[in-house]
């Protein structure tokens, strides 16, 4: 069984730029939850979606945003980038959300010059 | 409040030996607890779960304790490995608040030394 899939793995971009990333989770998880990681801040949660649907976010601006197609791959988009939004962006895929396990991606590395 | 940066606690053990690591949670609410392990360059590891209903479960070689009259959870390790040194979170989650989101620990790191 295939586990979590993020792409790519490493990203360099520059201040100003947006950039997409993208999440499959496990087959038949139907929950798709993105996360933060720094070093000052830990993990924060992004947002999660469950069947195309948003269900919650985190407490991040605007320029985070996300979607969830129909075979339940997820992917997000950060606009205007910062310095700050230099983090490793973990994706987790359950199957309900809630009290079910989440597995988590090996993660997008992205670094804003 | 946030905090401003993060201290991450430490625990060094010697191979062989059984580690403690503990965990306070916030949310008197949290029905649902995960420990995960966390090596460099790589995404966090499912260790083990456990659910408000209960005080203790046991995997290979791990055991997690809740205590929520104090709201805490541990995590032990029998004759650790080197192969367990890494960053061990715990996250909390309210299912019934609907939430849908985990809430994570600051981590610790543990070493082992051979």
């Known amino acids: 069984k295939a586990g979590v899939t993020q792409t790519p793995r490493y990203l360099i971009k520059t201040r100003g730029q947006q950039v997409t990333l993208s999440c499959s989770p496990i087959?038949?998880?139907?929950?798709v939850s993105w996360y933060q990681q720094t070093p000052g801040q830990g993990l924060q949660f992004l947002f999660e979606?469950?069947?195309?649907?948003?269900?919650n976010k985190g407490n991040f601006p605007g320029r985070f945003s996300g979607r969830q197609f129909s075979n339940s791959r997820s992917e997000m988009n950060v606009s205007t980038l910062e310095l700050g939004d230099s983090a490793l962006y973990l994706c987790?895929?359950?199957?309900?959300?809630?009290?079910?396990?989440?597995?988590f991606g090996s993660g997008t590395r992205l670094t804003v010059v | 409040g946030e905090s401003v940066g993060l201290h991450l606690p430490t625990l060094s053990v010697q191979e062989g030996d059984n580690s403690i690591i503990n965990c306070a949670y916030s949310?008197?609410?949290?029905?649902?607890f995960i420990w995960y392990k966390q090596e460099s360059g790589k995404g966090p590891q499912f260790i083990i779960d456990?659910?408000?209903?209960?005080d203790k479960r046991q995997g290979q070689r791990v055991t997690v304790l809740l205590n929520k009259t104090v709201k805490h959870l541990s995590l032990q390790i029998a004759a650790t490995q080197p192969g367990d040194s890494a960053v061990y979170f715990c996250?909390?989650?309210?299912?019934?608040?609907?939430?849908?989101?985990?809430?994570f620990g600051k981590g610790t790191l543990l070493t082992v030394n051979p």
């Open positions: 996250a909390e989650n309210d299912s019934g608040g609907s939430n849908y989101k985990l809430t």
């Open positions: 979606y469950f069947s195309e649907t948003q269900r």
């Open positions: 087959s038949g998880h139907r929950s």
């Open positions: 987790a895929s359950s199957f309900s959300a809630g009290n079910y396990g989440y597995t």
């Open positions: 949310n008197s609410a949290s029905d649902y």
């Open positions: 456990i659910r408000s209903n209960m």
